[in-house]
């Protein structure tokens, strides 16, 4: 078993083997810290819808072979549902993030123990503000939102650990929280997109990288960018954002629709919700 107890990823479209979850039982809107939850903050979130909603999205990924791992969900974590957030797998080591908001604290730890009992090797970036959501691997290029909660100086400190990756930083707005909600890339040539947010420059240059599948602004408020591919071309979309589905079926993607609308309500959907512990390389 012990062959198994190792984390590898080395894109964001490789076949997804095991990733992290966390169902949503205690997810509230404490602070609004983006702008889907002040939408929704007088609403609220249906915590048993999200709970049912989240079940459905496990059983499919463990229908499509995926190991899904679920941490103990913890009443002082109400955002715990965004596992992405506390660590990045880049190659064969996990990066345990430093959350930046205070809400967030701690969330690390849950993540820090399962790893420690599985005895997958992590380095702790303690000190630095970077969170998942920012980083999207490629092969030897690593892309990196410069947001509210990824600094360049963390950015700086990924460069000196991974010497031998090109790491790209985007700087974007700060109406969305990372960079996945903005930018996601779904194969070796095609990404999403949603247009305006990221600076000028940096669009010409991911426009030279890939075929940017443009988001319509409704369906970004449904964040239809934040998609999970699983590989094979394969990839989990929200039924809503019928636009990016109708263009990634287009370009020959297997979508499969879940409805996880009362988890969005916190500002993140599939790619937030998991964290990707091995892909395997190849297709």
Same mark, same amino acid.
């Given at each position: 078993?012990?062959?198994?107890?190792?984390?590898?990823?080395?894109?964001?479209?490789?076949?997804?083997?095991?990733?992290?979850?966390?169902?949503?039982?205690?997810?509230?809107?404490?602070?609004?810290?983006?702008?889907?939850?002040?939408?929704?903050?007088?609403?609220?979130?249906?915590?048993?819808?999200?709970? &049912?909603?989240?079940?459905?999205?496990?059983? !499919?990924?463990?229908?499509? @072979?995926?190991?899904? +791992? #679920?941490?103990?969900? *913890? $009443?002082?974590?109400?955002?715990?549902?965004?596992?992405?957030?506390?660590?990045?797998?880049?190659?064969? &080591?996990?990066?345990?993030?430093?959350?930046? !908001?205070?809400?967030?604290? @701690?969330?690390?730890? +849950? #993540?820090?123990?399962? *790893? $420690?009992?599985?005895?997958?090797?992590?380095?702790?970036?303690?000190?630095?503000?970077?969170?998942?959501?920012?980083?999207?691997?490629?092969?030897?290029?690593?892309?990196?939102?410069?947001?509210?909660?990824?600094?360049?100086?963390?950015?700086?400190?990924?460069?000196?650990?991974?010497?031998?990756?090109?790491?790209?930083?985007?700087?974007?707005?700060?109406?969305?929280?990372?960079?996945?909600?903005?930018?996601?890339?779904?194969?070796?040539?095609?990404?999403?997109?949603?247009?305006?947010?990221?600076?000028?420059?940096?669009?010409?240059?991911?426009?030279?990288?890939?075929?940017?599948?443009?988001?319509?602004?409704?369906?970004?408020?449904?964040?239809?960018?934040?998609?999970?591919?699983?590989?094979?071309?394969?990839?989990?979309?929200?039924?809503?954002?019928?636009?990016?589905?109708?263009?990634?079926?287009?370009?020959?993607?297997?979508?499969?629709?879940?409805?996880?609308?009362?988890?969005?309500?916190?500002?993140?959907?599939?790619?937030?919700?998991?964290?990707?512990?091995?892909?395997?390389?190849?297709?």
């Amino acid at each position: 078993m012990s062959g198994q107890n190792k984390a590898e990823c080395f894109s964001e479209y490789d076949k997804l083997e095991q990733v992290v979850l966390c169902e949503p039982q205690y997810m509230t809107i404490l602070d609004t810290i983006n702008e889907t939850q002040k939408h929704f903050k007088k609403e609220g979130i249906n915590i048993d819808r999200a709970m &049912k909603q989240h079940r459905h999205f496990v059983s !499919a990924l463990k229908e499509n @072979g995926v190991d899904v +791992v #679920l941490l103990p969900p *913890l $009443e002082k974590y109400p955002e715990q549902v965004f596992t992405r957030d506390i660590g990045l797998t880049l190659g064969k &080591k996990v990066y345990v993030a430093e959350m930046a !908001a205070d809400i967030r604290q @701690g969330e690390e730890n +849950v #993540l820090k123990q399962w *790893l $420690e009992q599985q005895q997958i090797p992590f380095y702790n970036l303690t000190g630095d503000r970077i969170e998942g959501g920012d980083v999207l691997i490629d092969g030897k290029t690593i892309y990196v939102g410069v947001s509210n909660r990824t600094f360049e100086e963390a950015i700086e400190h990924l460069r000196s650990l991974l010497p031998e990756y090109e790491i790209i930083s985007i700087p974007f707005t700060d109406t969305y929280l990372h960079l996945d909600c903005v930018f996601n890339i779904i194969s070796p040539e095609e990404a999403l997109i949603f247009p305006g947010e990221i600076h000028g420059e940096k669009v010409k240059m991911l426009e030279s990288r890939y075929d940017l599948i443009r988001v319509s602004e409704d369906e970004q408020f449904t964040l239809g960018t934040n998609v999970l591919s699983i590989g094979n071309k394969k990839v989990f979309s929200l039924p809503v954002n019928k636009n990016v589905n109708k263009e990634l079926r287009a370009r020959g993607f297997e979508v499969m629709e879940v409805d996880i609308t009362e988890i969005i309500k916190s500002g993140g959907a599939f790619r937030c919700c998991t964290m990707p512990v091995r892909r395997s390389r190849g297709k």
